[in-house]
Antibody, heavy 124, light 107 residues
Framework: EVRLLESGGGLVQPGGSVRLSCAVS????????MNWVRQAPGKGLEWVSA????????YFADSVKGRFTISRDNSKNTLYLQMNDLRAEDTAIYFC?????????????????WGQGTKVTVSS | DIQMTQSPSTLSASVGDKVTIACRAS??????LAWYQQKPGKAPKLLIY???NLDSGVPLRFSGTGSGTEFTLTISSLQPDDSATYYC?????????FGQGTKVEVK
């Protein structure tokens, strides 16, 4: 069974930092691009960041570029999101999500498995 | 960034109705479009990738069409379990973006 379990959320002061984790099981973690997607309260979905299977390539939304870092530890099947210089607008539920590989082996930046999310609240 | 615009924002339909949700991209994205269903308090669920390919286990009443900038999600016969918010998402470039969502209410 595929499982993605996020942790690390909580209440953080503006300008503060937090590191989110996503522990994965049930699929060959190293073979998949992994992503973070967030959802502000009552709002829609916003892709935040992605990391290649090896960890060598990373991508970020403009809204978090320079403040957030994504990484992975393939020996621990765990994805991370280091969030620095947090702002009120970063308040959201953060989901980790797995990229999709179709039956032909072609990769799609569509997210076929998601965790339950971890809530980050940035407030003084 | 590529902007995705969905219409309508909300819709209400009866069980058995055919429902269509539109999604427009601000520039051509070929067929690199996905659709998701999200229920309150839950993570999104992938329904369709590459415009028209159903993810594993997705009921056949869901279908997707389109290319370029105009895309459609159709539910052929609406069921009570389809009450949810639906999002389109483009993945033409390295910065995926979502539509604002369409809330579907089943009467």
């Amino acid at each position: 069974e595929v499982r993605l379990l996020e942790s690390g959320g909580g209440l953080v002061q503006p300008g503060g930092s937090v590191r989110l984790s996503c522990a994965v099981s049930g699929f060959p973690f190293v073979n998949y691009v992994m992503n973070w997607v967030r959802q502000a309260p009552g709002k829609g979905l916003e892709w935040v960041s992605a990391v290649s299977g090896s960890g060598g390539a990373t991508y970020f939304a403009d809204s978090v570029k320079g403040r957030f870092t994504i990484s992975r530890d393939n020996s621990k099947n765990t994805l991370y999101l280091q969030m620095n210089d947090l702002r009120a607008e970063d308040t959201a539920i953060y989901f980790c999500a797995k990229g999709h590989i179709d039956s032909s082996g072609y990769y799609h930046d569509a997210f076929d498995m998601w965790g339950q999310g971890t809530k980050v609240t940035v407030s003084s | 960034d590529i902007q995705m615009t969905q219409s309508p924002s909300t819709l209400s339909a009866s069980v058995g109705d055919k429902v269509t949700i539109a999604c427009r991209a601000s520039q051509r994205i070929s067929s690199w479009l996905a659709w998701y269903q999200q229920k309150p308090g839950k993570a999104p669920k992938l329904l369709i990738y590459k415009t028209s390919n159903l993810d594993s286990g997705v009921p056949l009443r869901f279908s997707g069409t389109g290319s370029g900038t105009e895309f459609t999600l159709t539910i052929s016969s609406l069921q009570p379990d389809d009450s949810a918010t639906y999002y389109c998402q483009q993945y033409h470039d390295n910065s995926p973006t979502f539509g604002q969502g369409t809330k579907v209410e089943v009467k």
